[in-house]
């Protein structure tokens, strides 16, 4: 497998396969992601104004 959109389509759907069997992993993951976001929104708003 080669081509990066096949690697990247295989990556998601296997990730969201095993998200989809273990709700731990995928509260986790949801407190990760949101996390990220609201980090990535303050670092932006302020980077961006220097």
């Not at 993951?29 to 961006?48: A, D, G, Y």
Request: net charge positive.
């Amino acid at each position: 497998m080669t081509d990066p959109i096949t690697r990247l389509d295989e990556i998601a759907r296997l990730h969201l396969a095993r998200v989809g069997r273990d709700r731990d992993l995928a509260v986790v993951c949801q407190v990760e992601l949101r996390q990220s976001v609201k980090f990535m929104e303050r670092f932006s708003s302020t980077r961006l104004r220097e």
